[in-house]
């Protein structure tokens, strides 16, 4: 039988970073409250404090292409990306790397012209 240390055990260590993980946001809200000033007025409770009543309703519809167009941006600079590391390590990773690489940016490139065969690229 192995004698383990109390921080060798690794359900010790997440239960651990589980309970600083919902501790240190409770304690810094507490405190927050705590030390901010507290002045009340009617002002402060109505949707804008910049002294205009407001009118009409907030909630107004976009079309949904602009969410699509916004989504899509997203989605390929966030996959470009992954780009720069392989372009760093290049030399050092080899033939196989870049089998790899043409291979995701086929994925994109067909990710792409189906995004512009659905006509999700227009912005009008």
């Known amino acids: 039988m192995s004698s383990l240390n109390w921080y060798q055990n690794n359900y010790v ?8 993980g919902i501790l240190l946001p409770i304690v810094a809200l507490f405190l927050g409250k705590l030390l901010r000033p507290h002045k009340p007025i009617h002002a402060k409770y109505t949707t804008y404090e910049s002294g205009n009543e407001p009118f009409g309703d907030a909630r107004v519809q976009f079309n949904v292409r602009y969410y699509m167009f916004a989504l899509m941006f997203v989605i390929f600079s966030v996959e470009t990306i992954f780009l720069y590391p392989w372009a760093v390590a290049y030399k050092k990773l080899g033939v196989f790397a870049l089998v790899e690489m043409l291979v995701f940016v086929v994925m994109l490139v067909i990710g792409l012209v189906y995004a512009w065969k659905k006509k999700v690229l227009r912005w009008t």
């Open 13 to 20: 260590i997440v239960l651990v970073f589980l309970i600083l």
